[in-house]
């Protein structure tokens, strides 16, 4: 039971780091077009 002592802070702050990560991208505007890139995969590329 003295593991939890480590654990439990350990987990909260890698929670934190997940979702710190998260807000960023989502600031970033990481999922502005979610469409866009799925179109451009599919579509014919002529040089």
């Known amino acids: 039971m ?3 002592i480590y654990l439990v ?3 909260v702050g890698l929670g934190g ?3 710190a990560g998260f807000l ?3 600031k ?3 999922y502005d ?3 866009g890139a799925a179109w451009r ?3 014919d590329d002529e040089s």
């Open 2 to 4: 003295e593991v939890l």
């Open 9 to 11: 802070p350990l987990v």
């Open 17 to 19: 780091l997940g979702l």
């Open 24 to 26: 960023w991208s989502l």
């Open 28 to 30: 970033n505007g990481q």
């Open 33 to 35: 077009d979610l469409d």
């Open 41 to 43: 995969a599919l579509g």
